[in-house]
C-alpha cells in the first residue's frame, strides 16, 4: 500500500515537507536503529503503518483542532510525538523519557527535522508531573505502549488542564483493563470518554484508543513518588489474573 492510500484513511495529506520529513524521520530512526536498539519496526511499509499511520490515526477526533499544547510520556524514539509534530505544525508537542539516550535521539531528530515546535526532555513522569511548568499545563496527553492503562491515567491526568483529554494507545483491549482504569480514573478525577476500536489497514492488526478526560483537579499526591505507580497500580483488583495487553510494540 502506498503512503497516500494510508493518509486516505486519516482523511488528511502531507504536503510535499512533511511528506519528506517523514520520509528523513525513517532513514534517521534506522541509522539511529543501528546504534540504540530503538524499535523492531525496520520495513518501510511496517514502519508507514506501525509508528506514522498509527502515531496519527490515534489522534482522528483531534485532528482538526487548532494550537494545542500536547505531551507524549513515554516517547522512546519519538512516538506518537514526532510524526503529530511533522503533521500539526501549529501544535506545541513535549516528547519525555525517561532514558536519556533516546531523549537524545529525539532531539537530533528534531534538530535535523527543523522542527521548531516540538521540544524533547529527559525525566520521569513521577517528576515531571510535580514541576509547575507541566502541571496541568496540556491540551492533550498521549502514551504508547508505556504501561498498564490505569498507570498510564495515573502518568497523565496531572499533566493535562482541566477538562482536557488524555488518549491511551493500546493494542487489545479487555473488559478488566477497563474496569481497573473506570477506577484508577474515579481516583485521580477522570472519566473514560471514548474507546476507538480500529484495524490498521495493512497488517490488520488490531488497536484501541482509550479517550480519558480530566473531570476534576484531582489530588496533588498524584502521581505518586517514582516507581509506586507500576508497583501498586491504583484501581487494580486484587486476585484478578493479570492481562497482559498486546502493545503496539515492545523497545
Ligand atoms: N511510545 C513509544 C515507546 C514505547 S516503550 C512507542 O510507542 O514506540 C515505553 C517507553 O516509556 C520507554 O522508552 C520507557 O523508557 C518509557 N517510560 C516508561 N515509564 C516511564 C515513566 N514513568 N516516565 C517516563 N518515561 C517512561
Redesign the pocket.
Known sequence: MDPGALWQELGWQPDTLQARSFERLYELVLAGNARLN??RITGREEFWEK?LFD?LRGLAAFQDQKELSLI??????????LPIAIAHPDWYVVL????RK?IAFVLSTIQALGLTNAQALT??????AHRREHRESYDLAV?????QAN?CAE?ALPFVKLGSAAVL?RGNWEVQEEVELARACRALGGEIVEVDAFELPVSRAVRHCVVIRKTGPGLRVF?RP??L??QHPLGAIEGAPRVESV?????
Request: aromatic share 6%.
Open positions: 530503538l524499535t509508528h502515531s507524549d510520556i513515554g516517547t522512546g524514539a519519538g512516538f506518537p510525538g519525555v523519557d525517561s532514558v533516546k525525566g520521569r513522569a513521577e517528576d515531571l502514551l504508547r505502549a508505556v504501561a498507570v502518568y494507545y502521581p517514582a516507581g505507580p507500576t502493545e503496539p510494540e515492545e523497545p
